[in-house]
């Protein structure tokens, strides 16, 4: 079978994305931090941009308020507590990888309200969560490219049993642009490592959230690509945001 499947649902391997992930732990470096998470190893300057654009369009669409109980699922080491450490009342971050939420750990060590946890996005749920539920904001970033359909929807399905009753979540993911396309354990030169992933696309993402999300009384407020052209280096992909409310 080749290493690029398109159109076809095929699943890819957990542990060679856990072992990906974890030798990004690796790449981390101070003075540009988000490299490890957003990649573009050879031009910091283009993941440090992508990470400005995104909190430019996402911060005014999600009205934080200083009572907002936050969850970031997939946070990496810290990427959003950055922008919202002091300006919501509670910050929890969790991921896979253990060795990223140490990073953040260390990274916000004494900042009040802020904490971190590894763990699956697919173990998201109110009975696993060490700072517990309700949230009134889910942010999930960059997460679903790595796992399969079915835990996919379970991360849906949790998240929607960790919110309260008025809620907000801003899902950000890679798309396929014309069709679905999976990389499994193609060999990436710019990541020096093996890489999977799956790029669903925007229509895929809206068909899940609504039989999950949809059924807890969740709307997709507004959805749209994330980059403009001067930001984005990919023909088959792009970065695509939707902005999910209840009760508002």
């Known amino acids: 079978m080749s290493n690029r499947i398109v159109i076809e649902k095929v699943e890819i391997d957990e542990n060679a994305v856990t072992k990906f992930f974890e030798e990004r732990v690796t790449r981390y470096d101070e003075k540009h931090p988000v490299v490890a998470i957003l990649y573009q190893d050879s031009n910091p300057a283009l993941a440090e941009s992508r990470d400005q654009h995104e909190k430019s369009v996402a911060l005014p669409l999600l009205e934080i308020q200083p009572t907002d109980r ?118 990436s030169d710019e990541l020096k490592h093996e890489y999977s992933a799956i790029y669903r696309t925007a229509a895929e993402f809206l068909e899940m959230i609504a039989a999950t999300l949809g059924r807890a009384g969740f709307t997709v407020a507004q959805h749209a690509p994330l980059l403009p052209p001067e930001l984005s280096n990919r023909k088959e992909t792009t970065q695509h945001y939707f902005l999910i409310k209840r009760g508002l």
């Open 70 to 187: 936050v969850l970031d699922i997939g946070c990496g080491i810290g990427r959003w507590a950055n922008a919202l450490a002091g300006k919501v009342a509670r910050y929890h971050g969790t991921d896979l990888i253990k060795g990223l939420t140490d990073i953040a750990t260390q990274r916000f060590a004494g900042t009040p309200h802020v904490t971190f946890q590894a763990l699956k996005a697919q173990d998201n749920h109110p009975d696993r969560l060490t700072t517990p539920p309700p949230y009134d904001l889910v942010i999930i970033a960059g997460v679903f490219a790595y796992i399969n359909d079915c835990d996919c929807l379970t991360v849906l399905k949790n998240v929607a049993e960790c919110c309260a009753p008025k809620a907000r979540i801003f899902l950000r993911e890679p798309v396929g642009v014309e069709r679905r396309l999976t990389l499994k354990n193609i060999w």
